[in-house]
């Protein structure tokens, strides 16, 4: 007789541990940081260099006392109190203090850039791509993704504090300031990734994020600068600008801890709020009802309108943001005017060039930021490549070198409205202030003056993305805004200066009609050669 085994129960099926919101946020980290290695090394190298290089560049431009005597009374303009830092008083021709001065807003605004572009590189956009799904596939809490592109964001900041305190310390300067202002600016910076983990939150397109994370941003370094000319030690008004809270640590002069503490908590106030939008709306929705699908919408005209409308919202904010930049600018002419009179360095440049000096330096930084708009709305096409978004237009009657015409053109026209909307906030800030009512069309019309600058930038941008090589066009508006902001700095050779599109044009200073043509033809060349290329490679 042969046994026969009892049958074997079938075992229940064990359900898997429940995780936490944040399960998974090592790995989706590790795999953030994989992805991201060769662009933020990139971005940490150059940023430390500048570091590295800055001591010395000061030391060349300000040799002696009365060098650097010269210099603080430069700085003390309210121009100059916009662009670079407060002056407190003390030690103010040592040069720890002249290096706060000058570099801390630069190293804000570039690590701030870095950290918003992060983290929302690795929460929104990889919900609007899709990519999104297949992370939250596996075992990954819903706050996973967030929690990693905001540790990822503040070990990119640790490690450019650990390096800028390094080249500080190399450069013979004290330890401890040293470390006081690269904190200082790695706070700042965490404060606007956790903005950028909140705007992702409210909005479902992440250019519209990014947009909202820039803006607030552009709003922070005005209101900095507006309340440092109120005060150039820092009015009240400052403390509103989180960049002051770093400033106001004071580095080298007197250097305090407990401002640091409050970019601390607005930081950790800002990703508790990040964390509870998120819980609180769906997969691939934005705590704001998107107004874009709309079935009893105006149909769109052809492929430039479809362009237009895409950027329509960029170009709404940027003309508010550049006319309001342009307005505030031009409202400080007056008090230009009256420093001069005790100012005999002031008083010696605007004897040279006249009040159209102050007004084409104005204008250039206008342009400048202006360009940073034309370069994203062309490099806007690799992004609608790399999602898919592209393929639907492509699919049909629309060629490629249509595709890429077509938003180049796009570009140009936002480019147009923008620098009208900050020559007009120039002209009626100036116009107000020095009571010229001819002012204000006078810079509106020089605003104008520097769209030719920017169709050459869009001509960059489009050659960008037919090589793939977006980071040309990000590398191009790096350089525009470092000539005109440290060129004289870092005593860069004349003929590197000159490279600029946007140094090109003065107006209105003077105006050269063979400069705009030239920078107009430039444009046009490139823009023709990238549709070559992007006609004639794969999609993929």
Request: aromatic share 6%.
């Amino acid at each position: 007789m042969t046994a026969t085994a009892p049958a074997r129960r079938p075992a229940r099926h064990q359900a898997p541990p429940r995780g936490s919101a944040l399960t998974g946020t090592w790995s989706v980290l590790l795999l953030a940081l994989r992805r991201d290695r060769l662009r933020l090394t990139i971005w940490i190298g150059a940023v430390i260099l500048l570091v590295a290089y800055t001591p010395g560049a000061l030391e060349l431009a300000y040799p002696d006392e009365a060098a650097r005597i010269a210099r603080i009374d430069l700085l003390k303009t309210p121009a100059a109190m916009m662009l670079a830092g407060p002056m407190f008083g003390i030690n103010e021709t040592d040069m720890g203090v002249m290096m706060a001065t000058e570099l801390t807003l630069t190293l804000i605004v570039a690590a701030s850039i870095l950290a918003v572009l992060t983290v929302l590189r690795h929460t929104r956009a990889e919900e609007e791509s899709g990519a999104a799904e297949l992370v939250l596939a596996s075992v990954v809490g819903r706050d996973a993704r967030t929690a990693a592109a905001l540790l990822l964001a503040a070990g990119v900041n640790a490690v450019l504090a650990a390096l800028m305190t390094t080249a500080l310390t190399l450069n013979g300067f004290a330890p401890l300031d040293s470390a006081g202002l690269a904190l200082g600016v790695g706070a700042a910076a965490m404060v606007f990734a956790a903005v950028a983990a909140v705007t992702g939150q409210l909005w479902r397109q992440s250019r519209t994020a990014t947009g909202a994370a820039l803006a607030v941003l552009a709003i922070a370094v005005l209101v900095r600068g507006v309340g440092d000319v109120i005060d150039s030690s820092g009015s009240a008004l400052s403390w509103f600008s989180p960049i002051a809270w770093t400033q106001q640590m004071r580095p080298f002069a007197d250097l305090r801890w407990w401002p640091l503490l409050l970019l601390v908590g607005l930081t950790m106030a800002l990703g508790a709020l990040a964390a509870v939008l998120q819980n609180r709306r769906q997969y691939d929705a934005g705590t704001f009802p998107s107004t874009g699908e709309r079935p009893n919408a105006r149909p769109v005209g052809g492929v430039l309108g479809l362009h237009l409308t895409l950027q329509r919202g960029q170009v709404l904010g940027w003309s508010v943001g550049l006319f309001l930049a342009g307005l505030c600018v031009g409202s400080l002419t007056n008090s230009m005017l009256e420093a001069a009179e005790g100012n005999d360095l002031i008083t010696r440049m605007l004897a040279a060039d006249g009040t159209d000096g102050v007004y084409t330096t104005m204008t250039q930084f206008l342009a400048a930021a202006a360009s940073a708009f034309t370069v994203a709305a062309v490099l806007r096409l690799a992004a609608d490549e790399r999602t898919g978004l592209a393929e639907p237009v492509l699919a049909g009657a629309v060629s490629r070198w249509r595709w890429l015409l077509t938003a180049v053109a796009a570009a140009v026209v936002g480019s147009t409205v923008l620098m009208l909307a900050a020559g007009a906030g120039n002209g009626l800030g100036a116009g107000l202030a020095l009571r010229e009512p001819a002012t204000v069309l006078r810079l509106t019309a020089a605003g104008l003056a520097y769209v030719p600058a920017l169709v050459a930038m869009a001509g960059v941008a489009a050659l960008a993305v037919a090589l793939r090589l977006t980071w040309i066009g990000w590398a191009a508006v790096t350089f525009v805004v470092a000539t005109l902001y440290l060129g004289a700095l870092l005593r860069l050779p004349q003929w590197l200066i000159d490279l600029s599109p946007v140094g090109q044009i003065t107006a209105p200073r003077d105006l050269s009609v063979l400069t705009l043509v030239a920078l107009t033809a430039v444009g046009a060349v490139l823009t023709v050669l990238a549709g070559y290329l992007y006609r004639n490679r794969d999609a993929t």
